[in-house]
T-cell receptor
Framework: AQKVTQAQTEISVVEKEDVTLDCVYE???????LFWYKQPPSGELVFLIR??????QNEISGRYSWNFQKSTSSFNFTITASQVVDSAVYFC????????????FGTGTRLLVSP | NAGVTQTPKFRVLKTGQSMTLLCAQD?????MYWYRQDPGMGLRLIHY???????AKGEVPDGYNVSRLKKQNFLLGLESAAPSQTSVYFC??????????????FGQGTRLTVV
């Protein structure tokens, strides 16, 4: 079975702090994809990143960075110098490449960034 | 570009009433999905479709029916609404398999309250 665990329910930080959101996944497939989505207070789901299981390189996009480690089945997300606009719920998701390719979501982490 | 459009955006139903949620996508995607989002539970798959005329059950299908008569539309029906179906509903679409085309695009969500 496939599963995504986001153990941090809510995180509160002060602006300019760095924060890491944890994501641990379970799958028996060798080919799969990992995603992060952001859900701001307005409610829509915003795609942030996709990573396939063959690419373990870390990725940086502005203040965002992602650390993918197959050895620990983790795909963690770090926001550097957080801003109030980063306040949102962040979802990690897993998608297999066999059978029907549904997205399996974690329960989300609510990030509150205060001024 | 419209992407994925859901209607309505908000709805209040009385217990026992029926309604249909409409999802339309203009990206010619093969796959379409209906998810529900509940506090602390992330997004859970209700039903999905891998192509026009085909539907299948997801994780939490009870109390819902779906139809995909046209490739661009995926309808979610509640025949007899119950308070337990109070939730935010998301529709999504994605291209069929392959290493590159694995991102799912989400609609804006429908907030449904059953009283």
């Amino acid at each position: 079975a496939q599963k995504v665990t986001q153990a941090q329910t809510e995180i509160s930080v002060v602006e300019k702090e760095d924060v890491t959101l944890d994501c641990v996944y379970e799958t028996r497939d060798t080919t799969y994809y990992l995603f992060w989505y952001k859900q701001p207070p307005s409610g829509e789901l915003v795609f942030l990143i996709r990573r396939n299981s063959f690419d373990e390189q870390n990725e940086i996009s502005g203040r965002y960075s992602w650390n993918f480690q197959k050895s620990t089945s983790s795909f963690n997300f770090t926001i550097t110098a957080s801003q109030v606009v980063d306040s949102a719920v962040y979802f990690c998701a897993l998608r297999m490449n066999t059978g029907f390719q549904k997205l399996v979501f974690g329960t989300g982490t609510r990030l509150l960034v205060s001024p | 570009n419209a992407g994925v459009t859901q209607t309505p955006k908000f709805r209040v139903l009385k217990t026992g009433q029926s309604m249909t949620l409409l999802c339309a996508q203009d990206m010619n995607h093969e796959y379409m999905y209906w998810y529900r989002q509940d506090p602390g539970m992330g997004l859970r798959l209700i039903h999905y479709s891998v192509g026009e005329g085909t539907t299948a059950k997801g994780e939490v299908p009870d109390g819902y029916n779906v139809s995909r008569l046209k490739k661009q539309n995926f309808l979610l029906g509640l025949e007899s609404a119950a308070p337990s179906q109070t939730s935010v509903y998301f529709c999504a679409s994605s291209p069929a398999g392959g290493l590159e085309n694995t991102e799912a695009f989400f609609g804006q969500g429908t907030r449904l309250t059953v009283v």
